[in-house]
């Protein structure tokens, strides 16, 4: 797993559409998690009241 995470964004070259997979997958999984921890604070910043 560590692994992982130090290998995104560096360019390799691919050689199986399950290498191609498991790749795309583990980037998916990294915005999910980052789609789940925004989207709280921003639905609280849109709906938060004026104190006006």
């Known amino acids: 797993m560590i692994d992982f995470f ?3 964004g560096q360019v390799e070259q ?3 559409v399950v290498d191609f997979y498991t790749y795309i997958k583990g980037l998916e999984y990294l915005l999910c ?3 789940f921890s925004i989207f ?4 609280r910043y849109i709906n938060n009241p ?3």
């Open 6 to 8: 130090l290998n995104v």
């Open 14 to 16: 691919i050689y199986t």
């Open 33 to 35: 998690l980052l789609f």
């Open 40 to 43: 709280p604070i921003f639905y």
């Open 50 to 52: 004026d104190k006006d």
